[in-house]
Structure formats: structure tokens, C-alpha cells
């Protein structure tokens, strides 16, 4: 078929798609290095880890790659640590056994979901550790490594200390029956495991568990705190931060743990599976043999290690502030180890890194009024979406649109249905078939003489002035939007252009009355919408690219790189494909299908409500009000159970939570005086007060 496209510089892609080889910064050019938190290789990602992190990451890498910029995009997973050796124990495998099933699991999730990084890799790899081993050398060399030590929960009957995850107590703070070793969920304090009072060994926990010392290797944080804070204040300004925990908008350190005053953190663990400690060729070295690296020591080293599985030339991109911006994608909760912790240690090593430029970070995103619950299968966790039938496209748009950015989100099955009813087929995909269609129709699939001359519309068009103007002016919002980062107001874009393009063909009267009265405006009416969809082409590869790639197919044209202005491009005599409909219409009865397939009901059946990373804590609670009598006259609580979808009562109590939370986390966020710390005691009490009431609500269902 015969192809006419304009001939111009900047016109079409020239960046090569996600996994293409050997992608390298260029010198003076904006280059791109983005990198999506690295998701824990014990589970699979459920919907809201998915927008949180890989996908929002996905789709501003893409749209770098529309704008032409050399962009690499790195992720992995997280392998090492204690959560990796806790899961293989509950499944009876070795952690490389565990790490080797869920890479695999992620790996295949998110290419059904066209999650397209250039590389996808593993922190358990040779080149890992050496680039773990040899920045943690240079802390030691430059004087900011002391070991410490002290007491650690060990178990007696296991033979070896208990890291957090293996070990759960009474919270000294609140008295919550099953705090973690690092975090009470009920309370959420931090905590240290030694805190806690009648600690069990998750091993098993009838083990005997008592307080042992350990030496381990700490971190200087607070003496690299001057460089830290002046590096998060320069940073800040140039990359844009958003206010979070950690600056306000006039540049102010608000982080608690900053303005408390950084304490030296520790860098080892008493375990097996991690990265070995390396000889400092010091005395103490003989301490930290057989200890291994901290994993959130050696995460955040997980992305230029990842790198150099990618290409030997990782140095390129990471050890290149001048030519590289490092873009940052994450939940909130993640923020600190990404805005003081690894950037400490990267001052700390001495060497000239690439640091954050740019962090973007997602609230949370709950399901149907509740949380994502992978023991009481509610959600839609990894490969699952595919069981619905609904296409990667409609699944992208839709967590997109809904995308937490400013405040939680609630994914519905009722609003995903209508978001591709009334907005992907009425709206974007009528104005494509629509146009796509007539061409076919009425000109034989070839695009005819419009007068129009090549390259932008003019703005003094007798006809189009006004939809010119203003597809221009959205065309000025898009690029704005995305380059700070804005990615649901990027797409809420793409959909007002495609309705101006809806409204154009409305006001034209394009339709064969108007073929036979006045060819010429007619061909001129096509013309400008088949240009306004090759435009749509590249607004909407960063959110829907396999949707893009059908757009292209159909068009029988090369990938368009974003423009600033509307114009013709695909000139006459160009010979489009056959045209067929982008998105089909889902059956809104199919909600209440999908709720029973995922809500967590489908049994009918009584379901302990455990605490898991995908469960916050808001609903995992232990309920103190039921027990169940033992012979001896003592009470263990009972824990909850969940047996059907949430009710109003317990929708309204959870929302009462979250808020509540939202309150705590800015007082906290303020100053720290005595009144606010006396508020912030006082609004916990209350959480906790909610809390309960919710679990007295789920106890009765």
C-alpha cells in the first residue's frame, strides 16, 4: 500500500522501543534513566502495586521515547533479605528456589500488561554483589562505617538471631497481640524487635526466643547529614519535587526522622541469603563474617546493578550527573530510602553518581471499598487480569485514569466498565473508526486533495481556526503535563482531543451529503481528522501502546513523534489500512460477575483475615473482644473472620480510617513541638478507637 508521509526532522520516532540493545546517554542531549521501585520476590503484584510503581514508570518512559530522548527504564526484583527467607519457609523451598518462581511470576505479569522496560532483572546476581560490596568498601575507606553492638531477639531452638520478619510480639506501644519485628500494624510504630514483649519465632513458636548481642556494621547517617540535607535542598529546586515527607514548597527539611536527627543505621544482618559483608581490612572484620548486607542497604543498588546486567557500559548512565536526569517511581511509603537513605550512602561512597532528579510517588489504590487481600482473594493479583477477558489497553487506561496521585483511590468494576463504554468506544474509538471509515467508504482507503499545504495548519483557517487553536492549546497541556510528571492529566488530555475531534466532524457535517455539496471541504475535513488521529497515535503509545500500534496499522503509517502544533502529515494519496473497531463494549451486568470472581465471596465461607503485604493494616487486625476458652482459664484472641463483601458501615469506617491517617501523617509532618506531639498522641488513640470499631463490624459479618 501505498505510503505519502511528510518529510521532516523530528517527525517520527528515531528512539528505539522498550528491550532494544545497548541504548547509551548521548552528550548534550536530554537523557532519561527511570527506575520503578523494585517489587519483593515473595508474591505477585496485585493492581494497586501495579500503578503504584511499573506502570506509571512505563508510560513516562514511552512518552520520552515519543519526544525522541535517549531513556533507559530498569527494574527487577528484590530478592534478598528477610521477607524472601520468611516466604520460602511457608512454601517449603529454598529462597532461590522462591526467587526463581516469582521472577518469572513478574516478569510475565507485566509483559501481558505491555509493561515495556528495557531490561528486567534480578539483585541476586554476580555483579550485584560486586557493586554492593564495593560501595559498601568505600564507606568503609572514607571513615563512614562503625560497627555496634546490641541486643538482638535470638532463638534458642533455631540456633540463630531472629531478623524482623521472623519474630512477632505484644506492641510495647499499644499492647497489639501480633506486631511485627519491624512495625506494629495496629499502632504503626517502627519498631525494633528486641522491643517486643513475649516475642515469638515465626520458625515455630513454641521456640524459645531471648535477647542475645550481635556486633553489627551502622552507617554515619548522621554525620553525612549536612551533605544529605544540602544535596535534598539542590536537588529539590532543579528536579521539581513535589512536596512530600521530606521538603515543603519552600525548600524546608520536614522529615521527622531529619529534624529528630539522622541516627547511624545499620548496614548487616544476621541471615544467610544476601549479598556477604566484605573484609574492611580492619579489626573487625572477623564481627561480620557471615553476616550479610542490609536488603535496604543493598536494594536501592539493585538499579545500577541491574544496569550492568543490561550493558558493561552501566557507568555511563550511572556515574553521570552532568548528561543523565534519574527519574523515580514508588509508593509513598518507600520515599525515605530514596530521598536520604541511598542518596546518604551515595555521599557517602564519594563517587560522582547520578542522583534523583526527578521522584514521583502514588497513594494507595483500594478495591471495591476494601483493600487488596491476597489470603481472602480480593483483588486482582498478577495474572489475573488476563482471566477477564477485558485487553491490557482497557486495563491500562483504566488504572491510569484512576491513578492515586494526591489521594487514595478506589478501583471500581462498575466505573472500569463505563470508563470503556462511554469513554474508550464512544468517544476515542468512535472518532477513529468513524473517520477511518469514511475514507474506506467513500475515497477507496486513499486520502484525497485537501489544498491544505504540508506542515502546520495555519491559525487564520476561514473554516478551522477555532479547532486548530484549541487542539494546539491541548497539544501545549499534554507536553507540559507529562514532563512534570502528571500522568493522569497527560491522559485526561488525550481524551479532550480526541473529543475535539468528535466535536470537528459533528460541526463539518462530514457524511457523503457533504462528499456530493462541496468535495473540496470534504477532502479537507479528512484530511485535518486523519492528521488529529496520526497525532493521537503518539499521545496515546505511553498509555495504550498496543492500542497505538493498531492505530499505526490501520493508518499504514511510521510511529509519529509528539508535535507541538497540528498538521498535515499523511498527505493525499496515501493508502490507509482496513479499518476495525479499537475497543469492543463490556456488559455492565459483567460487574457483578467480576465482584464475585474477585471480591473475596465467591466461597461463601468463613476466611481469616491474616495481615500480608498486599493487606494494609486497617482491616488485619486481631479482635480482642472474641476468645475462645482454653482448659487452663487463659484467652488467646481469636482472630477475625471475613465472610462477604464490605458493607456500607464498614465502607464508611474504613474511609473514617484512612482520613484519619491522612491526619496523623501531616501532623507529623509539621514541626515538632510538644503540641503536636501531644495531637499526634491523641489522634492515634482515636485511629486506634476506629480501628476497632472496624474490627467489631467485621466480626459480626
Known sequence: MAQRIRSADGLLQVIPPPGHPAILPQEGETNVLITSALPYCNNVPHLGNIIGSTLSADVFSRYNRTRNRPTLYICGTDEYGTATETQALKEGITPRELCDKYHVLHKETYEWFDIGFDYFGRTSTPLHTEICQETYKNLGKNGYLEPQSKDQTYCEDCGRFLADRFVEGICPHCGYEDARGDQCDFCSRTLDAIELIKPRCLVNKTHKVIARTSTHMYVKLDVLQPQTEQWIKSAAKRGKWSPNSVVNHDLEIIDARMKGGLVPAPLTRDLVWGVPVPALGREDDELMKSKVLYVWYDAPIGYPSITANYTPEWKKWWFNPKDVNLYQFMGKDNVYFHTVYFPSI?????????????LSTTEYLNYEGGKFSKSRN???????????????SVWRYYLLSTRPESADAMFSWADCITANNNVLLNNFGNFVNRVLKFISSQYQGVIPESGDETGPLSLNDDHDSVFITEVNRLLKEYIDAMDAVKLRQGLQTVMAISQQGNGYLQSSGLNKALMTSNPKRCAQVVSRAINLIYVLTALVEPYMPATAKAMLVQLNAPARAVPDLLSTDILAGHTIGIPEHLFKKIDENMADKFRDQFGGNEA?????????????????????TKTKGKKDGKKDAAPLVFTGDMTPEMIAKETEITQQGDNIRALKAQPKTPETDAKVKEEVETLKRLKLELAQLQSLT
Do not use: C, M, N
Not at 551515595?346 to 542522583?355: I, S, V
Not at 480480593?378 to 491490557?392: D, L, M, Y
Open 346 to 358: 551515595q555521599l557517602g561512597d564519594k563517587r560522582d553518581w547520578t542522583t534523583l532528579y526527578h
Open 604 to 624: 461463601k465461607a468463613a476466611v481469616t483475615a491474616t495481615t500480608t503485604e498486599a493487606s494494609p493494616p486497617a482491616v488485619a487486625l486481631s479482635a480482642k
Open 378 to 392: 480480593r483483588g486482582v493479583f498478577g495474572p489475573q487480569a488476563k482471566e477477564t477477558g477485558i485487553s491490557a
